[in-house]
């Protein structure tokens, strides 16, 4: 009995000593006990076989052979509570029963989708996006997801860049507040809650600037614009303790992302001090060798471990050659061991070590089937993301008692679709979606009629339909029109050199708009469009992105105005692909143009207005606001004091609203030249008709700080611009000056 009883204790105090041990400490621990074919085996990533988010180069027999040897770290595109238990047993026949990391692209919603990132930014609903995320998160987590591959944090000014819809737009501000509310959503209550998934900033770095708009093309700018314009969300995330960073298929002035030991190792794992750890994206360790940074595998796995690359997605190098790299001495241990630990702490951290099955949970994945709430959220979600452009005559809301309506256009009986790029759709979605169609007709009155005509494909020259569409628009009351491009005509590997309308829709609209019905137009898109001659023409436009699964929902609550639209858009939309790039913050140069259409001796173009179509910042909504009483609490300060800025806003309308309040900053004078206007501030706020509020922000000189020639980040005395307003072209400015 004794001898039960010691051995009771003494492996009671075992387990409380390795219980008490630090993860650090049980990281070393392990890493003690690891080959160097294990260690490596823990930075190798392979995608599932059910489906592919890149080239395909998975060979399944032979992944499930390395699982099981111990050599594989991580799984993407594996999901399930089923699929992910099954691969993580036979992580548990290898030696040390090391579990394996399951990532997702989760980026925006899981079961449950929400509208397209651009779409979501147009909200400027930083809680809205953060629930968002806290929804996705509990949906993909119950689905047996450790790791999203999300928030994508890459300011774009260049809508060809179909990557753009995943994206927040143009703006850094506005971009780093989204990451980092993408980031708390999805962590929640810290790693290792059960309805928490490890976030992921990507592209590291610069991906969204690449040249032309043309995916995986070249990035090449100054040190100064990189720290300036794209590296401060991915800063701001290290700080905010997103668990991982993925790096981007660009290269940054002739270096590869995935190699650049500049952003990877001097700053993030450097001076920002980074714990977690850089996964590759997609192969783009091995795609140095096309690159032509890298003359073969050797080589490419040499210069990515040296650069700072943690994980291998895909690309194979790393399980072939880093033994062999490290055995000759090409490669330090170290660098392997420092690698492994970072992924092997964010498994400690996972609590997947504790119990590898935790998140793998046919219970929880029920009930995250088809939650209801998360439905009804989405749908709010969705009509705060749209944007109204033009609303004449105040065209909109419609009544819901519309004799006859027509919904015309090739997306009106869409389901899927609705999902837009970078969902994972399943297969009951068509059942599960709501389609345009279904939402209309859900909120119009029993008695009215809702017609529909597809009237055209989205892409190519069929005028075969128009005849129908045009008959079925003279039986309408009013036509609503639905138009833009198709849900996978934006994301990855979709860049576009014209982003018009495709094929023959503008035709179409044409066609209808001579019956002289009165005409709603909705754009679905992951992107900004071209549409001169609707904007022109058509009296109603609504930017409807793609939504998501309650889409249908969503847009009719806008329609029938049973919400308000409050959206405003987060990029610049371009006249013509010529303008392209055009955003709002952009320099003076030292021969501005006086106005849109001043040509004379400046810079613009002598065929094209100098604005752009429909500007940064800029939505309407069916009620008016009215801004007034603008008041700085100094014209005055100097050094480490606080300007307070109050407005006051007016809802003169006849509808309860929201409207975002956006503040920006003109700096006058600079070491270097300074943008016409920076973000600096915006809120949300919703107004009851009748009624108004004082806005209030506050700046200090944090807010003024810029990069200058020398890489130095300080902000200089002088005269500033303070501009409030509703776009970033309807403000009201007040100058100061600031003494450091
Ligand atoms: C893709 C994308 C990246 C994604 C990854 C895994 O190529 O560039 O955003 O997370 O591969 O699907």
């Given at each position: 009995?004794?001898?039960?009883?010691?051995?009771?204790?003494?492996?009671?105090?075992?387990?409380?000593?390795?219980?008490?041990?630090?993860?650090?400490?049980?990281?070393?621990?392990?890493?003690?006990?690891?080959?160097?074919?294990?260690?490596?085996?823990?930075?190798?990533?392979?995608?599932?076989?059910?489906?592919?988010?890149?080239?395909?180069?998975?060979?399944?027999?032979?992944?499930?052979?390395?699982?099981?040897?111990?050599?594989?770290?991580?799984?993407?595109?594996?999901?399930?509570?089923?699929?992910?238990?099954?691969?993580?047993?036979?992580?548990?026949?290898?030696?040390?029963?090391?579990?394996?990391?399951?990532?997702?692209?989760?980026?925006?919603?899981?079961?449950?989708?929400?509208?397209?990132?651009?779409?979501?930014?147009?909200?400027?609903?930083?809680?809205?996006?953060?629930?968002?995320?806290?929804?996705?998160?509990?949906?993909?987590?119950?689905?047996?997801?450790?790791?999203?591959?999300?928030?994508?944090?890459?300011?774009?000014?260049?809508?060809?860049?179909?990557?753009?819809?995943?994206?927040?737009?143009?703006?850094?501000?506005?971009g780093t507040k989204i990451g980092l509310a993408r980031i708390k959503g999805f962590q929640g209550k810290g790693l290792g809650s059960l309805d928490a998934v490890m976030a992921c900033a990507k592209h590291f770095a610069a991906y969204g600037a690449a040249v032309g708009g043309r995916d995986y093309n070249a990035v090449d700018m100054s040190l100064r614009q990189l720290h300036e314009t794209y590296l401060p969300p991915f800063k701001a995330a290290a700080e905010a303790g997103v668990a991982t960073f993925m790096n981007s298929f660009n290269d940054i002035n002739g270096i590869p992302a995935t190699a650049h030991q500049y952003i990877q190792r001097n700053l993030l794992k450097g001076s920002w001090n980074y714990k977690g750890f850089v996964v590759s994206d997609w192969g783009s360790i091995g795609e140095m060798i096309p690159h032509g940074y890298a003359k073969d595998g050797g080589e490419a796995a040499e210069k990515a471990i040296l650069g700072g690359s943690d994980m291998d997605m895909e690309s194979r190098v790393y399980m072939t050659e880093l033994p062999k790299l490290v055995k000759e001495g090409t490669v330090d241990i170290k660098l392997v061991d420092d690698a492994a630990g970072r992924i092997l702490t964010k498994k400690f951290e996972m609590g997947l070590f504790d119990d590898p099955y935790r998140f793998s949970n046919e219970k929880r994945q029920k009930e995250q089937t088809d939650n209801k709430k998360n439905r009804e959220f989405g749908r709010e979600f969705g009509s705060k993301s749209i944007v109204l452009l033009k609303n004449q005559q105040h065209i909109l809301p419609l009544s819901k008692s519309v004799k006859t309506v027509a919904l015309i256009g090739p997306f009106g009986k869409e389901t899927v679709a609705n999902h837009g790029f970078w969902s994972i759709a399943f297969k009951?979605?068509?059942?599960?979606?709501?389609?345009?169609?279904?939402?209309?007709?859900?909120?119009?009155?029993?008695?009215?009629?809702?017609?529909?005509?597809?009237?055209?494909?989205?892409?190519?020259?069929?005028?075969?339909?128009?005849?129908?569409?045009?008959?079925?628009?003279?039986?309408?009351?009013?036509?609503?029109?639905?138009l833009g491009e198709g849900h996978a005509m934006s994301g990855e590997a979709k860049s576009r050199s014209n982003i018009g309308f495709s094929g023959v829709q503008e035709d179409l609209l044409k066609e209808i708009a001579k019956t002289g019905k009165p005409v709603i137009l909705m754009i679905n898109a992951g992107r900004p469009l071209i549409f001169n001659w609707a904007s022109d023409h058509i009296p109603a436009i609504?930017?409807?992105?793609?939504?998501?699964?309650?889409?249908?929902?969503?847009?009719?609550?806008?329609?029938?105005?049973?919400?308000?639209?409050?959206?405003?858009?987060?990029?610049?939309?371009?006249?013509?692909?010529?303008?392209?790039?055009?955003?709002?913050?952009?320099?003076?140069?030292?021969?501005?143009?006086?106005?849109?259409?001043?040509?004379?001796?400046?810079?613009?173009?002598?065929?094209?207005?100098?604005?752009?179509?429909?500007?940064?910042?800029?939505?309407?909504?069916?009620?008016?606001?009215?801004?007034?009483?603008?008041?700085?609490?100094?014209?005055?300060?100097?050094?480490?004091?606080?300007?307070?800025?109050?407005?006051?806003?007016?809802?003169?309308?006849?509808?309860?609203?929201?409207?975002?309040?956006?503040?920006?900053?003109?700096?006058?004078?600079g070491k270097v030249v300074r943008p016409v206007k920076e973000l600096k501030g915006f809120q949300k706020v919703f107004i009851k008709k009748g009624e108004n509020k004082q806005v209030h922000f506050r700046l200090t000189p944090e807010d003024l700080k810029f990069f200058d020639d020398t890489l130095n980040f300080d902000w200089e005395g002088g005269e500033f611009d303070i501009m409030v307003g509703t776009s970033s072209q309807n403000v009201q400015t007040k100058r100061i000056n600031w003494v450091k």
């Open positions: 009995m004794k001898r039960v009883y010691f051995l009771l204790v003494f492996s009671a105090i075992g387990m409380n000593t390795y219980a008490q041990k630090t993860i650090d400490q049980k990281v070393t621990e392990l890493l003690s006990k690891m080959t160097l074919e294990e260690k490596v085996g823990q930075m190798v990533q392979y995608s599932g076989f059910e489906y592919a988010t890149g080239p395909q180069q998975s060979n399944s027999a032979a992944v499930l052979e390395e699982i099981k040897k111990g050599k594989v770290g991580s799984m993407l595109n594996v999901a399930g509570s089923g699929e992910t238990k099954a691969f993580q047993k036979l992580a548990m026949q290898s030696r040390l029963k090391i579990p394996l990391l399951f990532g997702q692209d989760v980026i925006h919603g899981y079961r449950t989708t929400f509208p397209v990132n651009l779409g979501q930014a147009a909200s400027w609903d930083l809680d809205m996006i953060e629930k968002s995320e806290r929804i996705a998160a509990t949906e993909a987590s119950a689905y047996g997801i450790h790791w999203t591959f999300a928030p994508m944090v890459d300011i774009a000014r260049d809508p060809r860049w179909g990557r753009v819809m995943e994206g927040s737009g143009e703006d850094t501000y506005l009951d979605d068509t059942q599960r979606i709501v389609s345009q169609f279904d939402g209309i007709r859900n909120q119009l009155d029993k008695n009215s009629t809702l017609l529909y005509a597809k009237g055209c494909n989205v892409d190519d020259q069929d005028r075969s339909m128009f005849a129908e569409a045009v008959e079925t628009a003279k039986k309408a009351d009013v036509v609503i029109m639905t609504m930017y409807t992105w793609w939504l998501g699964t309650e889409a249908g929902n969503s847009i009719a609550d806008i329609l029938f105005g049973t919400m308000n639209p409050s959206g405003k858009l987060p990029m610049s939309f371009p006249r013509t692909e010529g303008q392209i790039p055009v955003y709002y913050n952009h320099y003076n140069t030292g021969r501005p143009a006086k106005n849109n259409t001043d040509r004379n001796y400046v810079s613009a173009y002598i065929d094209l207005d100098n604005d752009p179509k429909y500007p940064f910042g800029y939505g309407l909504s069916y009620t008016d606001f009215q801004y007034s009483d603008m008041v700085l609490s100094s014209a005055s300060l100097t050094g480490n004091e606080t300007l307070n800025i109050s407005v006051t806003v007016s809802n003169t309308g006849k509808y309860d609203g929201e409207e975002v309040i956006q503040l920006y900053i003109r700096d006058l004078f």
